[in-house]
Nanobody, 110 residues
Framework: QVHLVESGGGLVQPGGSLRLSCTSNISNIYVMGWYRQAPGKQRELVARFISGGSIDYADSVKGRFTISRDKSKVWLQMNSLKPEDTAVYYC????????WGKGTLVTVSS
């Protein structure tokens, strides 16, 4: 079973940066990434690694967010943050089934 633990959320001003981390107890999972859920909205993809090493980014974060990884961790570098980026950010991994972390809250506000 895959266990995912996120960290790095917090309060940041518009235009600021945050770096989220996700640690997995299982190494070398091909499909891993980040999703987010804003209040009153559905969970949506932010960025993820897929088979073959390709990366998917949501259009809303392209050019601002960067996903990276090593064998058991995935990071999300978030720059030029906007109030609409406020959400709970979840780490996701797919290994036979989909696994989720508990999430970390990112609040972008002045």
């Amino acid at each position: 079973q895959v266990h995912l633990v996120e960290s790095g959320g917090g309060l940041v001003q518009p235009g600021g940066s945050l770096r989220l981390s996700c640690t997995s107890n299982i190494s070398n999972i091909y499909v891993m990434g980040w999703y987010r859920q804003a209040p009153g909205k559905q969970r949506e993809l932010v960025a993820r690694f897929i088979s073959g090493g390709s990366i998917d980014y949501a259009d809303s974060v392209k050019g601002r967010f960067t996903i990276s990884r090593d064998k058991s961790k995935v990071w999300l570098q978030m720059n030029s943050l906007k109030p609409e980026d406020t959400a709970v950010y979840y780490c996701n991994a797919i290994l036979g089934m989909s696994y989720w972390g508990k999430g970390t809250l990112v609040t972008v506000s002045s």
